[in-house]
């Protein structure tokens, strides 16, 4: 090799890392302006509920914090999967982000024709808040525990029926994992939404439910309704006095609608981060607590590694539940 093929290697190599040095510099300028104008935050649901509401405190500090607005987009229709299929094809930039509910993780194994894959298509950023599910009974089944639920139930198989609030969702599901653990025979009644669900619950043309706490708990405490456990690990701090179904006999048993926020997959690890910063500080802040445990929701203090291993053993544990159910939405 000649000295003066040496040198225009040695040039070339040269004029490389001063592209990639100007790459980097511009790719650390980008991150460090990061956010230059409004971010949208997609929820896969209709207005008023739950996941739209928890999107809109957390959407509201984010923006305060961060200095652009965050704007809440309703992308609802086919259980949420619409909108969670927009935000896998959208830019990782970081100015698309989605409030993934616990929804999506059961949506992986009860839709047979998903174009996208919860675990594989996103970078999770954070776990906002989980909210406690309540056992429910119609006052007139003479049962105040669980256990005495489930020896009612034996003692009269193919008689009770449980409500939800409409097929494959956290709600009925959580009424399956029971069935399945306590080897009972009752009969899934779906509605469109919890607020039917529970008319007819206290109406006595359904036996029992599964609900979240916030919506079933003012009929337990008008006495319309008998609560007999809540679905968390923990007791809630709503009701202190109301054991977990873990007490009551079931060691396995943590259910809790929850709700985060994920990012298309290959947005960059310091937005992230920055933005997962941005929801702890938002979730440590006592305002927010109190907003947030109007809904009767925990805030969870998670890292995206951790929010993402949590989304994994979300959707590895309700394929177990939908496949022993036999539900399917094609």
Excluded: C
Aim: hydrophobic share 45%.
């Amino acid at each position: 090799m000649s000295i003066r093929t040496k040198f225009s290697l040695s040039g070339k190599a040269a004029a490389a890392s001063i592209l990639m040095a100007g790459a980097l510099g511009f790719a650390s300028s980008a991150l460090a302006a990061y956010p230059d104008h409004a971010i949208r935050l997609v929820v896969g649901f209709s207005a008023g509920g739950t996941t739209d509401v928890v999107a809109r405190i957390l959407g509201k500090e984010m923006g305060e914090a961060l200095g652009q607005p965050v704007v809440v987009e309703n992308r609802p229709g086919a259980g949420s999967n619409i909108a969670t299929e927009m935000v896998a094809r959208a830019t990782p930039d970081g100015y698309t982000l989605y409030m993934v509910a616990v929804t999506s993780a059961i949506n992986q194994t009860l839709y047979k024709n998903l174009r996208f894959d919860l675990v594989k298509d996103f970078a999770p950023v954070s776990l906002g808040v989980r909210v406690p599910n309540v056992l429910v009974v119609n006052p007139k089944i003479p049962a105040k525990t669980v256990q005495e639920l489930i020896d009612y139930a034996k003692a009269n198989p193919g008689k009770l029926n449980f409500a939800s609030s409409g097929s494959g969702t956290s709600i009925h599901m959580a009424g399956e994992l029971f069935k399945q653990l306590a080897k009972i025979d009752a009969t899934h009644i779906p509605y469109k939404g919890s607020s039917p669900a529970i008319t007819d619950l206290i109406g006595g043309q359904v036996d029992y439910m599964f609900d979240n706490m916030p919506s079933a708990w003012p009929h337990v405490e008008s006495g319309k309704l008998r609560a007999l456990a809540v679905t968390t690990a923990e007791r809630s701090k709503t009701a202190p006095d109301l054991p977990t179904m873990q007490e009551s006999g079931f060691p396995t048993y943590d259910v809790s609608s929850w709700f985060g926020v994920i990012a298309p997959k290959g947005t960059p690890d310091e937005i992230v981060n920055k933005l997962n910063n941005v929801i702890q500080t938002a979730l440590a802040k006592p305002d927010v607590q109190a907003r947030m445990a109007d809904l009767g929701a925990v805030p969870a203090k998670t890292t995206p590694a951790e929010f993402g291993d949590f989304i994994k053993s979300e959707v590895d544990g309700w394929a177990k539940v939908v496949k022993a159910s036999g539900a399917t939405v094609d």
